[in-house]
């Protein structure tokens, strides 16, 4: 379903196709794998390869955000097209995420 990609202190999780009921508790697990591990202390999923996004999408990376503030991590997304972004636009939670506009901006944290 994914890549992880460990740079130093920062993983990258990259989602493919939907984020959604049939998936988001597998997304959310992997998102909390990632947040638990030591020495991370920059999460960012990069959504360039999701198709569609639902509310259980969105609420696993809510439930991720949460924890990552919580443990004191930083918890970024990056690369999410239009089609994506606009839920993001639409619910407001373009004001709670942290959003880059592409995985080059974050090699720069």
């Given at each position: ?35 638990a ?38 918890f ?34």
């Open positions: 379903m994914q890549a992880v990609l460990q740079y130093p202190k920062i993983a990258v999780i990259q989602p493919k196709g939907c984020l959604n009921a049939a998936n988001a508790l597998e997304f959310e697990r992997d998102l909390t794998t990632g947040l591990t030591n020495d991370i202390s920059i999460l960012v999923v990069d959504l360039a390869a999701v198709e569609s996004l639902d509310s259980a999408g969105l609420m696993a990376l809510l439930s991720a955000h949460k924890l990552a503030l919580s443990l004191g991590r930083s970024r997304l990056c690369s999410v097209a239009p089609s994506i972004k606009i839920i993001f636009e639409l619910t407001q939670l373009d004001r709670v995420f942290e959003i880059l506009e592409n995985e080059i901006d974050f090699s720069t944290i």
